[in-house]
């Protein structure tokens, strides 16, 4: 089964760090560029950071760049979202999505939103409160 997982999620107090993680089975990250997503309570789903198939772009939103950094190991088949200085507006459920790419795209810079994901995750609930 092609899936990918989210772990790394939890309490946090603002200002604080979380790192999450995205893993994929059932297939190699290699060729997919990579998103990360999130919905808090009563809002819709909003794009937060993409790292492109080679690994040598990234891409944020307006409302985490600074703060949040992506990164990828393709040997572990894992995408990471570092995120500092966390804020209680970050709280919401973070989802990871993986799109295939072309390799003549791998170089190319990823769009954080929309973002036309062929697997996504089941998310993990991220809470910044004191």
């Known amino acids: 089964q092609l899936q990918v997982v989210e772990s790394g999620g939890g309490l946090v107090q603002p200002g604080g760090s979380l790192k999450l993680s995205c893993a994929a089975s059932g297939f190699t990250l290699d060729y997919y560029t990579i998103g990360w997503f999130r919905q808090a309570p009563g809002k819709e789903l909003e794009g937060v950071s993409c790292?492109?198939?080679?690994?040598?772009?990234?891409n944020y939103a307006d409302s985490v760049q600074g703060r949040f950094t992506i990164s990828r190991d393709n040997a572990k088949n894992t995408v990471y979202l570092q995120m500092n200085s966390l804020k209680p507006e970050d709280t919401a459920i973070y989802y990871c999505?993986?799109?295939?790419?072309?390799?003549?795209?791998?170089?190319?810079?990823?769009?954080?939103?929309?973002?036309?994901?062929?697997?996504w995750g089941q998310g993990t609930q991220v809470t910044v409160s004191s």
């Open positions: 790292i492109n198939s080679s690994g040598n772009r990234t």
């Open positions: 999505a993986a799109k295939r790419v072309l390799p003549v795209f791998r170089q190319a810079m990823c769009v954080v939103w929309p973002f036309d994901g062929d697997h």
